[in-house]
């Protein structure tokens, strides 16, 4: 418990300076989570170290660099390009890979990669200095208040093949309190904004509650693959907490989520 009390400390205060920090501290930070955590899922199927997972690395960072250089017109490019080239290893060294080998490694770049990079986008969006914390308070308020309601009275079981601990209860629990605190959140620092975006207290009610909903069906997916592929961690970079997947599980739903969340209520309102 000490361990995992003191590496979680750690990694809140890297978390913390980026997200303050933010421009190419937290970008790069960013991108080295994302490659990790490639890494730690191409390594569920043994194939972290090949020339398909490389092919997934490579576009990762051709990803990143767009992002980071503003040019989102490219992202597509890039994404089809690393279609192209994982297929062309797939023909040329056939037998040697499978379809599933294919299918995890674009599933590493989509799922882990673009998803995870929505921290950097949000953090580079409108006031994004107070509302990228919306993507961690999304996710962590949710899990101690749905652990706290499920306890007392959780009754329904959630996922019970996959998380028999968590209950339709806790869940309700997490989502209705991450859309208040992010609405308290809202209006302590709405004073702070640039004014761009409109109705802070709504819009960060509104995230987080969605936030939150995508933060349960993040963690569920990361336990899903564990489970059909045998599993208990993705890795052990983080002492105590496993791997980057298993403490980013939710964060890799909610940050796109919020992103999006953000972005079209303040169209609307």
């Known amino acids: 418990m000490k361990t995992r009390i003191l590496s979680g400390i750690v990694l809140v205060i890297i978390m913390a300076s980026a997200l303050v920090c933010g421009s190419w ?20 199927i043994h194939m972290e170290k090949t020339v398909m997972a490389y092919a997934g690395y490579i576009a990762c960072i051709l990803y990143y660099i767009c992002i980071g250089a503003g040019r989102d017109e490219y992202l597509l490019l890039v994404l089809a390009a690393a279609v192209i080239a994982v297929m062309a290893v797939y023909v040329f060294a056939f037998p040697k890979y499978r379809t599933e080998n294919v299918c995890i490694t674009l599933l590493g770049l989509v799922y882990v990669a673009m998803l ?20 961690f308070a999304a996710s962590w308020v949710n899990d101690t208040f749905a652990y706290f309601t499920g306890v007392f009275f959780g009754r329904h079981k959630m996922a019970p093949k996959l998380s028999p601990k968590k209950s339709v209860e806790g869940g309700i629990g997490g989502v209705v309190a991450s859309a208040v605190i992010g609405g ?36 569920l997916a990361a336990s899903a693959i564990k489970r059909n592929h045998d599993v208990k961690d993705y890795g052990t970079l983080i002492p105590g907490h496993g791997g980057i997947l298993d403490r980013f599980d939710s964060v890799i739903f909610t940050a796109p989520a919020v992103y999006w969340a953000v972005y079209l209520i303040n169209q609307f309102l």
């Open 25 to 44: 501290y937290l970008f790069g930070l960013n991108l080295m989570i994302a490659l990790i955590g490639m890494f730690e899922l191409y390594r569920v």
């Open 116 to 135: 995870l990079s929505y921290i950097y986008k949000v953090r580079t969006y409108h006031d994004g200095i107070y509302t990228v914390w919306l993507i």
């Open 184 to 219: 308290i959140y809202g209006f302590l620092v709405s004073p702070h904004m640039s004014g761009v975006i409109a109705y802070p207290v709504v819009t960060f009610a509104a995230a987080s509650f969605i936030g939150a909903f995508f933060a349960i069906v993040g963690d």
